[in-house]
């Protein structure tokens, strides 16, 4: 049995237009293209873990809408375990995004769902946490079922990681103590920590402050500077591989949810960053999201070149 990894997190519908420009308040513009990708955090980690070379369950919840099937269907495709995601009265998870010739984007993401995954419902699945080698939470469900989470998941001894976004100030005090990795990003460190983050000596000085208020071991990604491993003991820095960026959608999602499966299946700390970081690097050379996550194979062909 390969090992197994449980995500408790959202599934989001991207509803993607193309337009030639922003539209501004009132205004109607002619879009280019539209396309509803599968993402949101939870579901994007859970695919990097399953293609990265673990067994996931995912714990979350879908709405009663056209979308929640293919949201499903899409985690099924990854052989992810979905018995643990529950069917809730309303709208899934959606994310609306208008992204204009430039490049530039505007989001909107409403909830839906993912704002109904209550500690009862986790509580329901919780031979599932149970089952578990490596939990992994984000933001984007209810703060106090985060919580939840990460104490349920120091009480059954899982290895837990909370990737903090997206953040908007501190953490509660009180989770530094369940948390075994704290994967912010850069401008998640910044919130989390009040401090600057732009450069490996400021991402020093939070990821200290982060390990003051009681974290335990902390990774900065930075990028294509790679991330700043911290724990008691100091600080490492890891670069980054060296590839030409395409699209870095995900790659944070890519870096967790291969540093996630890494850990599960036995490798140390630091060749799980380094393998979560090969993952990363290949997935901005590709665009999207979900389908810019590479396979292990493409992971082991990579580093063996
Ligand atoms: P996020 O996607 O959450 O903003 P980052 O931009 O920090 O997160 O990227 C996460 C990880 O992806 C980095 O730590 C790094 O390993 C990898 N990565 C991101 N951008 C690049 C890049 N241009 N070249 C190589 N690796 C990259």
């Known amino acids: 049995m390969p090992a197994s990894v449980v995500v408790v997190g959202s599934l989001n519908m991207d509803l993607v237009t193309r337009a ?26 859970a695919v990097a873990s399953a293609r990265l070379g673990a067994q996931v369950s995912m714990i ?13 269907a899409a985690l099924q495709a990854e052989q992810i375990d979905c018995r643990a995601l529950s ?4 709208s899934s998870g959606v994310a609306l995004i208008v992204v204009d010739d430039s490049g530039q984007n505007a989001i909107v993401i409403v909830a839906g769902a993912n704002g109904l995954l209550t500690p009862d419902v986790i509580a329901g699945y919780d031979s599932v946490l149970a089952a578990a080698d490596v939990i992994v939470c984000q933001l984007e469900i209810p703060m106090h ?12 001894g899982k290895t837990v990681i909370l990737n903090p976004a997206p953040a908007s100030g501190p953490l509660p005090a009180d989770w ?32 200290g402050q982060l390990i003051a208020a009681g974290a335990g071991k902390v990774i900065i990604t930075l990028g294509a500077q790679g991330s700043l491993f911290a724990s008691g003991q100091g600080f490492e ?27 599960a299946c036995g490798k140390s700390e630091a060749d799980a960053i380094r393998f979560g ?15 810019s996550i590479p396979a292990l194979s493409d992971v082991q062909a990579f580093k063996a070149s």
């Open 20 to 45: 030639p420009r922003l539209p501004r308040g009132g205004e109607t513009l002619i879009g280019e293209s539209f396309a509803t990708v599968s993402g949101g955090k939870g579901a994007n980690q």
């Open 60 to 72: 979350g919840c879908v709405g009663e809408d056209a979308y929640a099937g293919q949201l499903r």
């Open 87 to 90: 069917s809730v009265e309303g």
């Open 145 to 156: 079922t985060v919580g939840y989470v990460l104490k349920r998941g120091r009480e059954l």
């Open 176 to 207: 530094f103590s369940c948390i075994d990795y704290l994967i912010p990003n850069e401008s998640e460190a910044s919130a989390l920590s009040g401090l600057p983050v732009d450069s490996l000596e400021s991402a020093e000085r939070a990821a």
């Open 237 to 263: 820095h890891f670069a980054a591989p060296r590839v030409k960026a395409i699209d870095t959608t995900a790659a944070g999602d890519t870096f967790v949810g291969g540093f996630a499966a890494a850990l």
């Open 277 to 291: 970081q090969t993952a990363a690097a290949l997935s901005v050379t590709r665009a999207g999201a979900q389908p």
